[in-house]
């Protein structure tokens, strides 16, 4: 149990073009999920957390209307990168925490691999 | 805010090799611990996770890591290693406030294991 999927897989797009990621948890519901970004040899950098009906908290230095987060229902949330540059490649990594039991334990999505040129 | 150190960021060892890889994380409170490793193409999977209770904690795939509070450190163990735990790995920390649990990664150790 707990696999979270996200779509798509990867994705190359032009410069000033908007993306849409999805992150999906396929067999449990989540309250909570997170959106991070690794670049190539680094750790993953939190990005903001979504919260099921409410609005996305953003981590310091992450431009929430660029990064645009929708969290519609248990098991969704999207991210879409707005007006995308060259410098918005990167790896995108969701992750998702049950709401009951293992309350503190995120399980990841594959990732989205994101070229922008 | 909560910060999380792994030393080494590379390690090779031959199969059968014994693994000790460092985490220390800088966090008064009460945490929760974690390991994920990171497969070659693969998504983050988490080998395993402290909570409270029994400061040994045995995870997937023969690892172990150690809670040493004494020294805020979460060191990860294998004793004897094989080729396909060749991966990353990262130790993860949330710090347990009112304000919400945030992981925290530490960089990752890449490592790779000779056949």
């Known amino acids: 149990g707990a696999v979270v999927s996200q779509h798509p897989s990867w994705v190359i797009c032009k410069s000033g073009t908007s993306v849409k990621i999805e992150c999906r948890s396929l067999?449990?519901?989540?309250?909570?999920m997170f959106w991070y970004r690794q670049f190539p040899k680094q750790s993953l950098m939190l990005m903001a957390t979504?919260?099921?009906?409410?609005?996305?908290?953003?981590e310091q230095g992450v431009e929430k209307d660029k990064f645009l987060i929708n969290h519609a229902s248990l098991t969704l949330s999207t991210l879409t990168v707005t007006s995308a540059h060259p410098e918005d490649s990167s790896f995108y990594i969701c992750?998702?925490?049950?709401?009951?039991?293992?309350?503190?334990?995120?399980?990841f999505g594959p990732g989205t691999r994101l070229t922008v040129l | 805010a909560q910060s999380v150190s792994q030393h080494n960021h590379h390690v090779i060892l031959s199969e059968a090799a014994s693994l000790e890889l460092g985490c220390n994380y800088s966090?008064?409170?009460?945490?929760?611990l974690f390991w994920y490793v990171q497969y070659p193409g693969q998504h983050l999977q988490l080998l395993l996770k402290?909570?409270?209770?029994?400061?040994l904690v045995k995870g997937i795939k023969g690892f172990e890591a150690e809670f040493i509070k004494s020294k805020f450190s979460f060191n990860l163990r294998k004793p004897s290693v094989q080729w396909s735990d060749t991966a990353e790995y990262f130790c993860?920390?949330?710090?347990?406030?009112?304000?919400?649990?945030?992981?925290?990664f530490g960089g990752g150790t890449r490592l790779m294991v000779k056949p």
């Open positions: 402290y909570f409270s209770g029994d400061p």
């Open positions: 993860a920390v949330t710090a347990i406030h009112n304000a919400g649990n945030m992981l925290t």
């Open positions: 992750s998702a925490r049950r709401s009951l039991a293992d309350t503190d334990t995120q399980y």
């Open positions: 966090y008064g409170g009460t945490v929760n």
């Open positions: 979504s919260n099921e009906g409410s609005k996305a908290t953003y």
């Open positions: 067999d449990f519901q989540a309250t909570t």
